[in-house]
Nanobody, 125 residues
Framework: VQLQASGGGLVQAGGSLTLSCVAP????????VAWFRQAPGKEREFVAA??????????ADSVKGRFTISRDRDNANNAVYLKMSSLKAEDTAVYYC?????????????????WGRGTQVTVSS
């Protein structure tokens, strides 16, 4: 299963970016999807998750109020988005999207079995 994450780039602090994750409908349409990130020298950490129908979302404390996760179930590619606003230098990382085994949004990375390659986000201060 291939997940394709895109939308990363270089942005100034305070700016915005929107990441996209495309997953095969047969794989992700009934599954929760999440974003994780990994900064240099740090462990991968949870960012946000959304349930299979978009009814529930979950955010890390560090991004609450600044990031918004959403999904377009009508999209043929079952796209999931992460809108990032008020970006900070500490948001710099490689961002990965992942599809869970189940339908409930969770921050537990062991519950995600499909991972994309990641997209680099760099925030300059």
């Amino acid at each position: 299963v291939q997940l394709q994450a895109s939308g990363g780039g270089l942005v100034q602090a305070g700016g915005s970016l929107t990441l996209s994750c495309v997953a095969p409908r047969r794989t992700a349409s009934n599954n929760a999807v999440a974003w994780f990130r990994q900064a240099p020298g740090k462990e991968r950490e949870f960012v946000a998750a959304i349930s299979w129908n978009g009814g529930n979302t979950l955010y890390a404390d560090s991004v609450k109020g600044r990031f918004t996760i959403s999904r377009d179930r009508d999209n043929a590619n079952n796209a999931v988005y992460l809108k990032m606003s008020s970006l900070k230098a500490e948001d710099t990382a490689v961002y990965y999207c992942a599809v869970a085994r189940g339908s409930i949004a969770t921050s537990d990375n062991s519950r995600y079995n499909y991972w994309g390659r990641g997209t680099q986000v760099t925030v300059s201060s």
